[in-house]
């Protein structure tokens, strides 16, 4: 069997072109588009490269786009003071701070102030918890943007078993409980996993969120199996690739996300419509 393709790249452009539809609505009613402010703390490349894209993501979706672009030297009480602002601006809708921040900064701390109802990458405990009580709030862009694939690959995911290997607090463990809430039983894999390819052997469904090129191997994958690959490694010549043996699992999965055009589009269409249902717009 070779993979049907899931095509994260058009299922974003899909939802984005329903988004700048739903604000074209709006603004014709005469209110105001949804607002998303953006923060980036110095000058790593690639966050760049990821804010650019978020601004035009929502130049496409009729967002307002607040850019605010900070020297590495900021501290963390400037980063702080700009984060009060913005949650008590009734002009901003969602608040985004580019991660990883610099080292002397306590990203922590920081998401920990950003207000839950703004807080559209779900990063907060409170978005969290909530998503654990499965009473979702404002969801992780990148666990939620795999669900919305895997509603379109029709399948029905009650009782099967899933396998996410990464359990960070922005990938691994929400799509955990993206995945518990759809009734899935979940496996979460970890550094202290013993002997993972076994767990991914048995997976109806292998979400990897890693960070390491090729590390799920293609001879893992259980034939009919749905693989969500997050991973995005940047190789030496510039291309990126993902955490999955690509060529050799898509002769055995059912539904495959490439790399790149695959999870990483959809973390961002996610974003989006975060941005919406903090502005207080239903979907
Ligand atoms: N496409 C997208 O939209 C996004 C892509 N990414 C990409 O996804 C990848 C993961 O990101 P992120 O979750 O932030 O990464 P983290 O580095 O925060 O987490 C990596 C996870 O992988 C686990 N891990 C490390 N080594 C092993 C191993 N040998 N066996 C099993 N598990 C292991 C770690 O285990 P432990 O907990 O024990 O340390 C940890 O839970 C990266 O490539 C990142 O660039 C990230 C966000 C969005
Ligand atoms: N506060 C915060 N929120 C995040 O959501 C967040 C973050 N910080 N820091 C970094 C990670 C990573 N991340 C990605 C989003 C989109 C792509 C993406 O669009 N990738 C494209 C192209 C990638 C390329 O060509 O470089 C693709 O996979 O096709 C990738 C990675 C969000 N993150
Ligand atoms: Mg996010």
């Not at 405990?125 to 690959?153: D, F, H, V, W």
Request: a negative charge.
């Amino acid at each position: 069997m070779s993979a049907r393709i899931l095509d994260g790249k058009a299922v974003a452009a899909r939802i984005i072109e329903q988004l700048a539809q739903q604000t074209e609505r709006l603004t014709q009613a005469g209110k105001r588009p949804p607002a998303l402010a953006v923060v980036l703390v110095g000058e790593d490349p690639a966050s760049a490269i990821y804010v650019r894209s978020k601004k035009q993501d929502c130049a496409k979706s009729g967002i307002r786009s607040i850019s605010h672009e900070l020297p590495a030297s900021t501290s963390q009480e400037a980063l702080l003071a700009l984060v009060h602002s913005l949650n008590a601006d009734p002009e901003v809708d969602g608040i985004l701070v580019q991660l990883p921040l610099p080292a002397h900064i306590d990203a922590d701390a920081i998401t920990a102030a950003i207000d839950p109802a703004k807080d559209v990458d779900g990063f907060h405990s409170y978005n969290i918890g909530r998503l654990a009580q499965k009473m979702p709030t404002l969801r992780p862009c990148t666990p939620k943007g795999m669900m919305t694939l895997l509603a379109e690959t029709g399948e029905n995911l009650v009782g099967k078993d899933a396998v996410v290997v990464g359990a960070s607090n922005i990938v691994g463990r929400p799509m955990a409980l993206e995945l518990l809430m759809a009734r899935c039983t979940v496996t979460i894999c970890h550094s202290a996993t013993h002997d993972l390819p076994a767990k991914v052997r048995g997976a109806d469904i292998v979400v990897a969120a890693v960070g390491r090129p090729q590390f799920v191997k293609g001879d893992w994958i259980k034939p009919g199996a749905i693989v969500l690959d997050v991973g995005i490694n940047r190789l030496d010549d510039d291309r990126i690739t993902g955490d999955i043996e690509y060529e050799v699992a898509r002769e055995r999965a059912s539904w495959i996300t490439p790399v790149p055009g695959g999870v990483g589009p959809m973390t961002r269409a996610s974003l989006m419509e975060n941005t919406f249902i903090a502005a207080g717009h239903t979907l």
